[in-house]
């Protein structure tokens, strides 16, 4: 079966350093990525997605993140972080064919003034 | 553009009631649907998602339904309330080949 796994479930970060949440995925074939921010009692927000193409992804508020198929890893990045991009971050997998996706654990992001 | 409603925001209901939450979307048409419960401090669980009107698959069994009666409708009931069917209740909608986009959730808290 598929698996998300985010290691670090807490990162905290001072205001403005940077920072990685890592994802990796146990996937033999084809799939799409995404990551996801949740902000206390809200539903979840596409922060970016691969599909296809270019491994390094833009997303927004500054995120991208690098799909790497041999590591199975899509890490997420920020050169600088903000507090108001405190919050949990969720990674997620699809496989190409099928119409489930699969969630990482969370990682909770707090960034310290 | 496409939006997703999902009411009620927060419900409080005694153990043995009835439940039903419902979600719609708009903008789209046959969009796959899905109900997704995330326990405090825990990752999200998919309970059911559909392909179709009337198309519904369960991923855990347990004490929930959902029906999909409309082609933008997606609608999660209880016959009746556990303890442990607290949580955050999440509505999402997707098409082939794009990412999910979520409601904004219901807090259900079982009393």
């Known amino acids: 079966a598929q698996s998300v796994t985010q290691l670090d479930s807490q990162v905290p970060v001072f205001e403005e350093a940077p920072v990685e949440l890592r994802c990796n995925y146990s996937?033999?074939?084809?799939?799409?990525l995404f990551w996801y921010v949740q902000y206390p009692n809200q539903g979840l927000q596409l922060l970016l997605k691969y599909l296809s193409g270019s491994t390094l992804v833009k997303g927004i508020n500054g995120f991208e993140a690098e799909f790497n198929k041999s590591q199975t890893s899509f890490h997420l990045r920020k050169p600088s972080v903000h507090i108001s991009d405190t919050a949990e971050y969720f990674c997620?997998?699809?496989?190409?064919?099928?119409?489930?996706?699969?969630f990482g654990p969370g990682t909770r992001l707090s960034v310290l003034p | 553009s496409q939006t997703i409603h999902q009411w009620p925001a927060t419900l409080v209901q005694p153990v043995g009631s009835p439940l039903s939450l419902e979600c719609t979307v708009e903008?789209?048409?046959?969009?796959?649907l899905y109900w997704y419960r995330q326990a405090a401090g825990r990752g999200l669980q998919l309970l059911f998602y559909?392909?179709?009107?009337?198309?519904i698959s369960s991923e855990v069994p347990q004490n929930l339904s959902a029906s999909r009666p409309q082609d933008r409708q997606f609608i999660l009931s209880s016959k009746k309330l556990l303890l442990s069917d607290s949580g955050f209740y999440l509505c999402a909608w997707s098409r082939v080949n794009s990412p999910l986009h979520f409601g904004n959730g219901t807090r259900l808290t079982v009393t």
């Open positions: 559909s392909v179709g009107i009337g198309q």
């Open positions: 997620a997998v699809k496989k190409g064919y099928g119409q489930n996706f699969v």
């Open positions: 903008g789209t048409s046959n969009p796959n």
């Open positions: 996937s033999s074939v084809s799939v799409y």
